[in-house]
């Protein structure tokens, strides 16, 4: 980060500093003679860091967060409180072989420099990506276990099982292990297929199964909803935060897309169909 764009940072700031400036200034004698000794400089109380740092683009945001264990804090406390809030400049996400297979690139379109990112396990390359929003991807894995990813602060969220979709059921091998799945294609308006049930193995359902994932908010606050669109036939099924298990929404099938707002959720079909839904515990309205 320049030095130029850092004071720039720092006026925009100077309102919220100088309104804490009467806290700022009760630093006694002995602290004072500590920092000048000492080799670190003295700390800015966590919330104007926060309050600087919520002005950064992300590449320098984790810069800052690396400084020293005060800056990381207020890193730390600003990702995971989901307060920030700074439209960002896209960056591309990707993996590479030639790098750990938990690692991921992002490339930064702002200062056009690629950075490494190490993720949890399962490893990022061998998942898919189908769903991403408010600096979170939505992931499954090859046993088709599905994550929520922030590739930033490298949170993780495990979403309920694949197996409580209502079109999937686990087959067990002679250890009691999932080594398989059946698969109906069944729509809650019928069997779409001659043969009503197919058995995939792990990797191949996710093939088949997901088509893509929505997020009706931001998952770093603990209240959103995870809403899939899956085959057969692009259907809907719902996850609330904290659910272990997918609730379904028949009997249309053919989704194209979904948004959130005012906690309503809008799903559109490719007929240019409509229907809202109110996403409000503990009952779900159809309308």
Same mark, same amino acid.
């Given at each position: 980060?320049? @030095?130029?764009?850092?004071?720039?940072?720092?006026?925009?700031?100077?309102?919220?500093?100088?309104? =804490? @400036?009467?806290?700022?200034?009760?630093?006694?004698?002995?602290?004072? /003679?500590?920092?000048?000794? *000492?080799?670190? &400089?003295?700390?800015?109380?966590?919330?104007?860091?926060?309050?600087?740092?919520?002005?950064?683009?992300?590449?320098? @945001?984790?810069?800052?967060?690396?400084?020293?264990?005060?800056?990381?804090?207020?890193?730390?406390? !600003?990702?995971?409180?989901?307060?920030?809030?700074?439209?960002?400049?896209?960056?591309?996400?990707?993996?590479?072989?030639?790098?750990?297979?938990?690692?991921?690139?992002?490339? +930064?379109?702002?200062?056009?420099?690629?950075?490494?990112?190490?993720?949890?396990?399962?490893? $990022?390359?061998?998942?898919?990506?189908?769903?991403?929003?408010?600096?979170?991807?939505?992931?499954?894995?090859?046993?088709?276990?599905?994550?929520?990813?922030?590739?930033?602060? *490298?949170?993780?969220?495990?979403?309920?099982?694949?197996?409580?979709?209502?079109?999937?059921?686990?087959? %067990?091998?002679?250890?009691?292990?999932?080594?398989?799945? /059946?698969? &109906?294609?069944?729509?809650?308006?019928?069997?779409?297929? /001659?043969?009503?049930? +197919? $058995?995939?193995?792990?990797?191949?359902?996710?093939?088949?199964?997901?088509?893509?994932?929505?997020? &009706? &908010?931001?998952? +770093?606050? *603990?209240?959103?909803?995870?809403?899939?669109?899956?085959?057969?036939?692009?259907? !809907?099924?719902?996850?609330?935060?904290?659910?272990?298990?997918?609730?379904?929404?028949?009997?249309?099938?053919?989704? /194209? =897309?979904?948004? %959130?707002?005012? *906690?309503?959720?809008?799903?559109?079909?490719?007929?240019?169909?409509?229907?809202?839904? $109110?996403?409000?515990?503990?009952?779900?309205?159809?309308?």
């Amino acid at each position: 980060m320049s @030095l130029r764009r850092l004071c720039r940072l720092l006026l925009r700031a100077l309102p919220k500093m100088f309104a =804490d @400036l009467p806290r700022l200034l009760k630093i006694h004698p002995p602290h004072m /003679e500590a920092a000048v000794v *000492g080799s670190e &400089s003295p700390d800015l109380p966590n919330d104007i860091l926060m309050e600087i740092f919520a002005l950064l683009q992300i590449p320098d @945001l984790v810069r800052a967060g690396s400084v020293c264990s005060s800056w990381h804090a207020a890193y730390t406390s !600003l990702c995971s409180t989901g307060t920030y809030k700074l439209q960002q400049t896209p960056c591309l996400l990707y993996t590479s072989e030639s790098t750990s297979a938990r690692a991921v690139g992002l490339y +930064s379109l702002a200062d056009q420099k690629a950075y490494t990112l190490t993720l949890p396990d399962p490893p $990022i390359r061998s998942r898919h990506v189908i769903g991403s929003s408010y600096g979170w991807i939505v992931t499954a894995d090859e046993r088709c276990n599905l994550h929520l990813v922030n590739p930033i602060t *490298g949170e993780q969220i495990t979403l309920p099982s694949v197996t409580t979709i209502e079109q999937v059921k686990p087959i %067990f091998d002679d250890t009691g292990a999932v080594c398989k799945y /059946e698969y &109906s294609w069944y729509t809650g308006e019928g069997m779409v297929a /001659e043969n009503p049930l +197919s $058995i995939f193995v792990p990797s191949e359902l996710r093939d088949y199964l997901f088509h893509k994932a929505f997020l &009706s &908010s931001d998952p +770093s606050t *603990g209240d959103y909803f995870v809403v899939l669109l899956h085959n057969p036939h692009r259907q !809907l099924s719902f996850a609330r935060a904290g659910d272990n298990k997918w609730t379904w929404l028949p009997p249309h099938s053919y989704y /194209e =897309d979904c948004l %959130f707002k005012g *906690g309503l959720m809008y799903a559109s079909t490719e007929a240019g169909e409509s229907m809202h839904l $109110i996403l409000v515990p503990p009952q779900l309205n159809r309308r």
